[in-house]
Nanobody, 120 residues
Framework: QEQLVESGGGLVQAGGPLTLSCAAS????????MGWFRQAPGKEREFVAS????????RYADVVKGRFTISRDNAKNTVYLRMNSLTPEDTALYYC?????????????WGQGTQVTVSS
């Protein structure tokens, strides 16, 4: 059973950066795409970004393109989300997800989430 543990959330001022990390454990992650979703209060969970195992397939939601960067260190079974130019609209609970294949359209595994709060 794969476990995903997020870290790096917190309170940040608008315009500032923040980097989230997600460490996977419990099984070999080879071949698994990993990514990020978020859920703001009163809203549905939405896709943010994903990366295939080798990094050849990377996807971003339109609202974060140009501001967020996803990367992964497969030796550490870890995926990162570098977030720049944050706005209060980015405030949400951010979840890490994993799915075998190139994308995380239907994640098989989820983390517990890490809160990101952007103050204006």
């Amino acid at each position: 059973q794969e476990q995903l543990v997020e870290s790096g959330g917190g309170l940040v001022q608008a315009g500032g950066p923040l980097t989230l990390s997600c460490a996977a454990s419990g099984r070999d992650c080879s071949g698994y795409a990993m990514g990020w979703f978020r859920q703001a209060p009163g809203k549905e969970r939405e896709f943010v970004a994903s990366s295939s195992w080798g990094g050849g397939t990377i996807r971003y939601a339109d609202v974060v393109k140009g501001r967020f960067t996803i990367s992964r260190d497969n030796a550490k079974n870890t995926v990162y989300l570098r977030m720049n130019s944050l706005t209060p609209e980015d405030t949400a609970l951010y979840y890490c997800a994993a799915q075998y294949g190139r994308t995380v359209g239907r994640p098989q595994y989820w983390g517990q989430g890490t809160q990101v709060t952007v103050s204006s």
